[in-house]
Nanobody, 118 residues
Framework: QVQLVESGGGLVQPGGSLRLSCAAS????????MGWYRQAPGKQRELVAT???????NYADSVKGRFTISRDNAKNTVYLQMNSLKPEDTAVYYC????????????WGQGTQVTVSS
């Protein structure tokens, strides 16, 4: 069964940067498109960015130009580089397959908290 472990969150000031990591196990990581998602308090989980198995990327309009998704198949890890962070980026960030978890059977990790505040 797939396991997803997110890390790298924290408290950062507006305009700052963070790099999130998600280590996957239990799957042949290289063949799957992956995605980063976030859920703010009182809101539904939303898609932030996706990357295909071939490395093609897509971003939500709200993060385009500020966030970069990447992957290292040798490490079974997907990353999210977040720059120019804004208070509205505050949320718990999760990784999963790029179809919202439907490929991996709706298995989610614990997420990593990102708080953007002065």
């Amino acid at each position: 069964q797939v396991q997803l472990v997110e890390s790298g969150g924290g408290l950062v000031q507006p305009g700052g940067s963070l790099r999130l990591s998600c280590a996957a196990s239990g799957i042949i990581f290289s063949i799957y498109g992956m995605g980063w998602y976030r859920q703010a308090p009182g809101k539904q989980r939303e898609l932030v960015a996706t990357i295909t198995s071939g490395g093609n990327t897509n971003y939500a309009d709200s993060v385009k130009g500020r966030f970069t998704i990447s992957r290292d198949n040798a490490k079974n890890t997907v990353y999210l580089q977040m720059n120019s962070l804004k208070p509205e980026d505050t949320a718990v960030y999760y990784c999963n397959d790029r179809r919202g978890g439907t490929i991996f059977g709706d298995v989610w990790g614990q997420g990593t908290q990102v708080t953007v505040s002065s």
